[in-house]
C-alpha cells in the first residue's frame, strides 16, 4: 500500500522549503523529503551563519546583471512575480529583523536560524508532511490512460515506503559542500526523464595558482584590500570592484568569488590593485619630492606587506624613489593597475558556494518550472542552470522559482 499525496518535494533547503509551504498554504497535500539528519543546513552557514537572504538592489528586468548561465532571462517571470519586497514583507510578518550590510545584502539580525524557523512554521501553517532523515531509492512515472485530469502519477520509493503523487518536485540544489548533503540526485533524476543538463563546475569559489609561481605572494595570507578584478576578452568581459583577500593557496575574498563564476580555465585573471588612482601620476610626483624607499612611498597607498612583496621581487625598486628609473616607475605603475595572473584552477565544490550549470532552462516553463516534456515534474532552485552573484541573488531565485512552481501547481 502506499500513501498519496498532491506534491512530492524532495530538498528541504530555501527552495523545497518555501515551495512546500506556498504548495501547502495553497490547499495541496504536501509531502517534503530530505535524506540529511538537519534541515536546510545550506541556509544555516550562509551569509556567515546570518543568511544573505535577499538583495534590495535587483532589478528583475535585467536578471542578466546578476544571474549566470545559458540564458539568464530565464529568470526574469519568476523574478518579477515573486521579488525581494515580497520575502521581506513575509520576514516583517513574522517579526524577524534584518539589515543591510553592503551593495544592497540583506542578512538576518540575529541568525540565519531565524529564517530557519520562519519557513518551518510556514510549511506547518500549510500542513506540510515533512520526512528527514529519509532517503529516496527510485522514482518511477507512469501515465494514465484514463482522463483524471493529471498526466500521470509518479512513485516514489523511500526507505519509510513507497509515496506517490502526480506532481514531483527536484529542490536537492546543487553539488557544494557536499559534507553537509549536496548529492547529485537532481541531475540524475533528469536524465532519467530525459532533461537537457549543462555541464556543472563550482562558483563563487576561491581560485588557486601553481605553486611556484605563488611562492611570492604566499606570505601574504590573511591580507585583504579592494580591487578592481576582471576577466574575458574585450566583448565578454567582466568585472567587479570588491574586496580581494590572499590565502596560503591563492586568492579569494569577494572580488574573486563573484570573478570565478566567469572565469575560464586557462585564461587570466586581470587586477587593479590601486583602483581610482593614477599609479604613474603618483610615482613621477613622489620622485620629484622625496627620498624614501619606493616600497615607503608605495605603503602610502596599499598594505605595506603588499608593497614590500611586491619591491622585493625587482632589485631596480629597492632603492630611494628619486634614484629608481622612470622607465621602472612606469612599469611598476602598469604592473599594480593590471596584475596579470593566470589561476590553476578552483577549491572546488568543498569550499564554494554555488553549483554552475544544471538542468537546461530549455527544458522547463519559465512560469511555471514544469519539464516541457514531462508532465508534473518541476525543477526549482540551484538544481536550474541559474546561478546568481554573490549577496543574496542565489536565494532571491530559491524563493522566486520556488513561488512560481507552487502557484502553477495550485492552480492546475
Ligand atoms: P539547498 O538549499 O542546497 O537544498 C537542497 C536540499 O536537498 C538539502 O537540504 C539537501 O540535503 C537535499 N538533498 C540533496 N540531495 C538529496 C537526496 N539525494 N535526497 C534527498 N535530499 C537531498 N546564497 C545567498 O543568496 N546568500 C548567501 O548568503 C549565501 N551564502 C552561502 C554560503 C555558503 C557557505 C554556501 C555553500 C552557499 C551560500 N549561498 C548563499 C548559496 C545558497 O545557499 C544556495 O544557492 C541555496 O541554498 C540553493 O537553494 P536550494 O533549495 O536549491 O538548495
Redesign the pocket.
Known sequence: SSSSYDAVI?????????CAAQAGQQGLKVLL????E??????R????G??????RDLDVRAPHKYYVGQNPQFCRSALSRYTPADFIALLDKHGIAYEEKHKG?L?AQRS?EDIIRMLLAECAAGGVEHW?P???KKVTFSALSTDTGSAGSYAIQTDRGTVTAPRLVI????L??PK???????YRIAQQFKLPLIERRAG?VPLTFDGDAWKPYAQLAGLALPVEISTGSKKERMSFLEDLLFTHRGLSGPAVLQISSYWKDNTPLHINLLPGTDMTEVLQQAKARSRKLVANELAAHMPTRLADAWTSQQPELQRPINEASDKALTRLAEQLSRWEITPNGSEGYK????TLGGVDTKALSQQTMEAKNQPGLYC?????DI??W?????????WA??FACAQAMAQQ
Do not use: M, P
Open positions: 524532495i530538498g528541504a533547503g530555501a527552495a523545497g522549503l518555501f523529503i530530505d535524506h540529511a538537519k534541515v536546510a543546513e545550506k541556509i552557514i550562509s551569509g556567515g546570518r543568511c544573505n537572504f535577499t538583495n545584502q542578512f540565519a528527514q529519509c532517503s529516496v529542490a536537492t540544489g546543487g557544494s559542500i553537509i548533503g549536496a548529492t547529485d540526485f537532481g563563487l569550499k564554494a558556494e554555488v526549482i532552485g540551484e538544481v536550474v546561478t546568481g554573490l549577496g543574496g541573488y542565489n536565494f532571491q531565485w530559491a522559482s520556488a
